[in-house]
């Protein structure tokens, strides 16, 4: 009956696995590779891993079991910026969701390394192209609009 009072509420109901999990993994992926990454411990009041929540950061080896699997969707679904919270259940990485704005903190000093690679990826998406000192925009036929006053 609770669940029948729950979709009476809202149309849309997010259900999700228990996993026996005390951390799970928050992975940056910029371009075409994966930029860095962190472990984030639950709070002290149980369930939530995230920081905002609670969560405590730690830095350690990413598992290549999750890195290859945030390698595989970040690719085949054309993704160039995410952060992929990814949990760990033995050596089997499963996906809680990807997230194209996310919170870094968990890359304190990363910063630089993250902006650089952004900065790369957009250079070789876009190349040498531009034009280093770019004028006003040709407007072509655009209809002649009144001055401000």
Same mark, same amino acid.
């Given at each position: 009956?609770?669940?029948?009072?729950?979709?009476?509420?809202?149309?849309?109901?997010?259900?999700?696995?228990?996993?026996?999990?005390?951390?799970?993994?928050?992975?940056?992926?910029?371009?075409?590779?994966?930029?860095?990454?962190?472990?984030? @411990?639950? /709070?002290?009041?149980?369930? +939530?891993?995230?920081?905002?929540? %609670?969560?405590?950061?730690?830095?350690?080896? &990413?598992? *290549?079991?999750?890195?290859?699997?945030?390698?595989?969707?970040?690719?085949?679904?054309?993704?160039?910026?995410?952060?992929?919270?990814?949990?760990?259940?033995?050596?089997?990485?499963?996906?809680?969701?990807?997230?194209?704005?996310?919170?870094?903190?968990?890359?304190?000093?990363?910063?630089?390394? @993250?902006? /650089?690679?952004?900065?790369? +990826?957009?250079?070789?998406?876009? %190349?040498?192209?531009?034009?280093?000192?770019? &004028?006003? *925009?040709?407007?072509?036929?655009?209809?002649?609009?009144?001055?401000?006053?």
């Amino acid at each position: 009956m609770l669940f029948l009072g729950l979709l009476a509420q809202t149309p849309v109901i997010y259900a999700q696995e228990y996993l026996p999990i005390d951390r799970d993994l928050r992975i940056v992926w910029v371009g075409n590779r994966i930029i860095g990454g962190y472990w984030r @411990i639950q /709070a002290e009041q149980g369930f +939530y891993n995230n920081v905002a929540k %609670g969560g405590q950061i730690e830095t350690g080896i &990413l598992p *290549p079991e999750a890195c290859a699997l945030v390698e595989k969707l970040a690719l085949g679904l054309g993704i160039d910026h995410g952060g992929f919270d990814i949990a760990m259940v033995g050596h089997h990485p499963y996906v809680f969701e990807f997230n194209r704005l996310f919170g870094n903190q968990g890359l304190a000093g990363m910063q630089d390394k @993250i902006d /650089a690679a952004i900065h790369d +990826y957009l250079a070789s998406q876009w %190349g040498d192209n531009e034009p280093d000192n770019p &004028l006003t *925009p040709d407007l072509g036929d655009a209809p002649d609009f009144p001055e401000a006053m």
